[in-house]
């Protein structure tokens, strides 16, 4: 797996293995993460004010250069990436 990959698991139920199904770089990780938020969020009815905030603040439809309509979001982002990457070599380390 590349540095710029992010890794998508899946846990099976009868083994509790977790095991690698996809791998995504950064920017599809984004983009399935919000995809993922943003059908919780219908499927609950849209009644939550709070996710509603934060997919407005994800979307990538504000700017011409597609990046979020909160460009904090982008760094918060990479750094969570970033954490969960370390946190995942330090476990293979073990």
Not at 63 to 92: C, F, H, I, Q, Y
């Amino acid at each position: 797996m590349s540095h710029s990959d992010a890794a998508f698991y899946m846990l099976s139920a009868m083994d509790r293995q977790i095991t690698p199904v996809l791998h995504l770089d950064e920017l599809q990780a984004y983009d399935a993460m919000v995809e993922f938020l943003d059908a919780y969020w219908r499927r609950g009815g849209m009644h939550s004010d709070d996710i509603a905030i934060l997919l407005g603040g994800l979307s990538r439809s504000t700017w011409t250069d597609k990046s979020p309509s909160d460009p904090a979001m982008w760094e918060d982002w990479l750094r969570a990436v970033g954490k969960v990457k370390g946190a995942s070599s330090n476990a293979n380390r073990t």
